[in-house]
């Protein structure tokens, strides 16, 4: 019990900062309850995709910048597939943008491993060329999505014999956001390939002498962060019901909270449970900011104060640990 | 004991940060969404919010969402004012459809949605919008008239996708269509960004490429300080009536072009109508059109316009109708002074 709470004392902190945050959340806004929570999961869900393709590719050892970009080109090909086609139609849509996000990752991954160029110069510069086909596939805002797809976002669960005081607090956007990460990250946690990408985070070469493929590892992490890229693109499409060309601002919050959420820029630590937890506390501090009435200029500040005080705590106290 | 050292501090700021939220009296509370930050227009939009709320006496407190972000954002933004309690919304939308879902659920908590600026399709929202197809309209037939009906045209579009963009579009190809000599050499979306339309417009000056004529969605004294740096011959510039620009209109040796209006302070009509319907006077349209004017520096009645217009005393990417008749009640040193109820 107190090796779990030790190994993980990053995320049960943050955990229960999240607590503290809703019990301060109902302080300020006492009628706070489980809509605001199911509008908070709505907010979360983008972002939470982010961090999630940046996650696995941070633990091996990169970082993706093209994120934002991919989830821009993901979800304008959503939106323009669905356009003007059947309800069924967005069936057979589903898999192929996730199946294109999955290739946009692994070219980003492939040209890394045959260029030998560092990471954040080539997804520096694939930014601009998924920017620009993005806006090749729809110069501006547009398209749609089939109305099934946007309804399972929407609203909570219904479970039979369950009463409905505790189904409010059960968004369908959490339920989606669930089984997606766990979908992938469960398999992925318990695979080769899952150990060989904290392997090659931790150190590359040892990895290597291990027997491990470290190109073919590499693109399979960047390839995974595609496709939670394409996930973020998708939720983007179902949300506003339209595809937007120009990237939202999903980059620089997804290496945010990952650095919020434990891991480690450095590569081969971490997991995926502190940076999504991560992503609930940024986007319920922008609530709070709001409820408060703080001045615009000031809630920007705010955020990156909140998150440069919380990494130096997290720091101070492993010190400290380490000391004693 | 050093742990509860830290603490207390922490502790003692969150209860301070408690108890000096604003209290809720009888007056409103009005939610505010925009999603451009450090637009010179977007600014003045929000201090004339501010200072109608001030000056109407009726709103005890704004609150205000104001950053850069796209539609997923503001949808995040208004469902936060929508559980924030407030009274009503004034939203300035990123996208006419993209941010549907979340009006309609602010009207059907009973907060009474008004767009300003921009059009939104959800039908339960009022809008209270400068004529932007008109705007164009005005200035491209100015313009083409100019030209004596023939010559290459820059065209600078808005931003991509807004709604804005797209009513100018279609005035701006109203006047196109009247005037079958024009050609449109060169199209590009500035993002009203000062910064980027002026780096296009340099980009588009280096080709050495023949302009008679240069048609600007409101990023315009970037524009004529790249034509006056780049040396070549002043061509007629439309611009909208931000104060650097009509003051280069009266300045700017050689340079002819026209202003059309295009008031920021349709932020503090929004709060206006949106007070008015919270008082149970409902418009008798969902839809209220501000009407553009055009002043140029041609004939004398224009130029004396625009020295009646001209504020030197505004930032130059303020629009100079800080007020609009009917709308407005607020004093020129409210507005500038940006000021909200309990501020």
């Given amino acids: 019990m107190t090796g779990f709470v030790k190994r993980n004392a990053w995320v049960i902190g943050l955990f229960a900062l999240f ?161 997606c990460l766990a979908v992938v ?23 290597f002498r291990s027997g491990v493929s470290v190109g073919w590892t590499r693109i399979a992490a960047y390839a995974i962060g595609g496709l939670f890229a394409a996930m973020g693109g998708l939720v983007l499409t179902l949300s506003t019901g339209i595809g937007a060309p ?69 720091a101070l106290l492993a010190l400290r640990r380490r000391a004693t | 004991m050093t742990k509860s050292r830290h603490l207390l501090p922490l502790l003692t700021g969150a209860a301070i940060a408690v108890l000096s939220a604003p209290a809720f009296a009888d007056g409103y509370t009005i939610g505010v969404s925009n999603t451009v930050q450090g637009n010179g227009w977007r600014e003045e939009m929000i201090c004339a919010i501010k200072a109608q709320a001030l000056a109407s006496g009726k709103v005890d407190s704004l609150n205000i969402a104001h950053r850069n972000t796209d539609a997923a954002g503001q949808l995040e933004d208004l469902r936060n004012l929508i559980a924030a309690g407030v009274d009503a919304i004034v939203v300035n939308p990123s996208d006419p459809a993209g941010i549907g879902a979340a009006l309609k659920e602010a009207t059907d908590a009973g907060i009474v949605v008004v767009a300003v600026d921009q059009a939104v399709n959800e039908p339960t929202a009022y809008i209270v919008s400068n004529n932007q197809e008109e705007y ?27 709604s804005a963009d797209s009513d100018r579009d279609k005035g701006f190809k109203r006047a196109l269509a009247e005037y079958p000599g024009i050609t449109v050499a060169h199209e590009v979306f500035t993002g009203w960004q000062q910064d980027q339309g002026k780096q296009q417009i340099l980009d588009y000056i280096a080709t050495g490429a023949p302009i008679d004529g240069i048609w600007t969605s409101g990023i315009d004294n970037v524009i ?37 209006t295009n008031p920021g302070s349709i932020g503090g009509a929004g709060v206006t109508l949106a007070l008015q319907i919270l008082d149970g006077q409902k418009p008798s349209a969902q839809t209220v059109l501000v009407q553009p004017e055009l002043w140029e520096n041609v004939t004398d009645d224009g130029k004396a316009k625009l020295k009646a217009a001209a504020d030197p005393s505004l930032d130059p990417e303020w629009p100079v109708s800080i007020m609009i008749p009917d709308w407005t009640t607020y004093t020129k040193d409210q507005i500038i002074a940006c000021k909200g109820p309990g501020e």
Avoid: C, H
């Fill in chain 2, 136 to 162: 164009a309209y005005l200035g491209a037939k100015w313009l083409f008239e100019q030209l004596g009906g023939k010559g290459d045209v820059v065209y600078m579009r808005g931003a991509a996708g807004a």
């Fill in chain 1, 246 to 314: 120009i990237p939202g601002p999903y980059l620089l919050a997804s290496v945010a909270a990952v650095v919020l959420g434990g891991v480690a820029l450095t590569g081969g630590t971490g997991g995926i449970v502190g940076p999504i937890v991560a992503v609930f506390i940024l986007r319920l501090v922008r609530s709070d900011l709001t409820f408060l009435a703080v001045d615009p200029n000031v809630t920007t500040i705010v955020e990156g104060a909140i998150m440069v005080v919380v990494v130096m705590l997290g």
């Fill in chain 2, 224 to 260: 004529v300080d790249a034509l006056v740096e780049s040396g070549g011959d002043l061509v007629p510039v439309v611009g909208a009536d931000n104060a650097g620009f009509v003051g280069q209109l009266g300045s700017v040796e050689g340079l002819k072009g026209a202003a059309v």
């Fill in chain 1, 19 to 179: 607590a503290a945050l809703v019990v301060l959340t109902r302080t300020i806004q006492p009628d706070y309850g489980a809509a605001g929570f199911g509008s908070l999961v709505q907010a979360v869900l983008p972002f939470a995709f982010a961090v999630a393709a940046q996650t696995v590719v941070v633990i091996a050892g990169g970082i993706d910048l093209s994120i934002a970009s991919m989830m821009a080109l993901t979800s304008v090909t959503a939106a323009v597939l669905m356009d003007g086609q059947t309800e069924s139609f967005a069936i057979l849509v589903v898999p192929m943008v996730l199946l294109l996000g999955v290739l946009l990752g692994a070219i980003n991954g492939a040209l890394i491993v045959i260029s030998r160029v560092p990471d954040i110069v080539v997804t520096l510069a694939m930014l601009f060329v998924w920017q620009g086909t993005a806006l090749l596939v729809l110069e501006t805002p547009g398209g749609a999505a089939a109305e099934w797809l946007k309804s399972l976002l929407v609203g909570t669960v219904a479970i039979p014999g369950v009463p409905t005081a505790i189904t409010d607090w059960i968004p369908r956007a959490l339920v989606v956001l669930l089984v």
């Fill in chain 1, 185 to 207: 990250f469960v398999p992925l946690y318990r695979s080769r390939l899952g150990l060989s990408i904290y392997a090659i985070g931790s150190n590359n070469l040892a990895a």
